[in-house]
């Protein structure tokens, strides 16, 4: 109805306008803890600095979930898709979250990278989003020593991007809550950094781009979550850009390579 309609833009412009009040100083305070960092202090009061900046960031990555996941519901998050080549996203992706495993003692292995032609209709920015969440958690949810595979492959319905870890698992009853907003399952328990709306939120952009998500759990065997998206052609390189790629010299460093090869 009408009446809904408007109740429901008017929450969502009141979370737009809170999300900007509150942006606005939690930048200050990462902007100015970078800045202390930079000009010279002990080894612990850096670390204390960092945590700031740690806190800061996880707040502002909060307050954007809960503005997108809104959007959502009130069917106004705008979406751009596009072809997106899968191997530059998923190597961007690993490159992101490789940081994350070496400070928990996680293996990060790509098992089977996606074909060069490997081509999904997607928007490039909230696939990214969506791989990244999948990782973080794989890695986060993991067990020290652990690991996290990531699998691409050609399905009927298109391309599967699939990250399995070694973690605890999930219950056949977790598995019913898990695409619920703040939802956090035993994550409590675990004392794992988050809010629950991770995946809530990547299923419903998912489910936007044409595609869905699904899991695969057992306690104690660890858990794959599979996204599967539509196949679509690779963008074509147009002849000029071809030929001029085909043409131009050699940079530098490559004739220095060549010259002394």
Same mark, same amino acid.
Request: aromatic share 2%.
């Given at each position: 109805?009408?009446?809904?309609? !408007? ?8 979370? +737009?306008?809170?999300? #900007? ?25 850096? #670390? ?9 960031? #996880? ?7 809960? &503005? ?8 106004? &998050? ?13 190597? !961007?992706?690993?490159? &992101?979250?490789?940081?994350? +495993? ?8 790509? !098992?089977?990278?996606? $074909? ?5 209709? +997607? ?50 009853? =977790? ?10 399952? +035993?994550?409590?328990?675990?004392? %794992? ?20 998500? $699904? %899991?695969?759990?057992? %306690?104690?065997?660890?858990? $794959?979550?599979? %996204? ?7 963008? =074509? ?5 071809? #030929? ?18």
């Amino acid at each position: 109805s009408d009446w809904s309609s !408007d109740v429901c833009s008017s929450d969502l412009e009141f979370l +737009a306008n809170m999300s #900007h009040e509150i942006r606005t100083p939690l930048n200050a305070i990462s902007g100015l803890a970078h800045l202390v960092r930079r000009s010279g202090v002990s080894p612990a009061q850096d #670390h204390r600095l960092a945590r700031i900046e740690d806190a800061s960031r #996880h707040l502002l990555d909060v307050i954007s979930s809960i &503005l997108d996941l809104s959007r959502i519901e009130a069917g106004k &998050l705008p979406l751009s898709t596009e072809p997106v080549l899968l191997a530059p996203l998923v190597e !961007d992706c690993l490159s &992101l979250m490789l940081p994350l +495993a070496r400070e928990r003692g996680v293996s990060l292995v790509l !098992d089977a990278p996606p $074909t060069s032609e490997a081509c999904v209709q +997607a928007d490039p920015t909230r696939l990214r989003q969506v791989l990244l969440n999948l990782l973080s958690n794989a890695i986060k949810y993991n067990r020290p020593g652990g690991r996290v595979g990531l699998a691409c492959a050609a399905e009927a319905a298109g391309w599967s991007t699939a990250v399995r870890d070694s973690g605890a698992g999930l219950s056949a009853e =977790q598995l019913q809550q898990l695409f619920q907003p703040f939802e956090r399952l +035993a994550a409590d328990q675990a004392d %794992v950094e988050g809010t629950g709306i991770g995946l809530a939120l990547s299923q419903r952009l998912v489910r936007l781009m044409g595609g869905q998500i $699904t %899991v695969d759990s057992a %306690v104690g065997e660890g858990s $794959t979550f599979r %996204v599967l998206l539509p196949r679509t052609e690779a963008p =074509q390189v147009p002849a000029a850009t071809a #030929h001029q790629l085909a043409t131009e010299p050699p940079a530098p460093q490559q004739r220095a390579a060549a010259a002394s090869g």
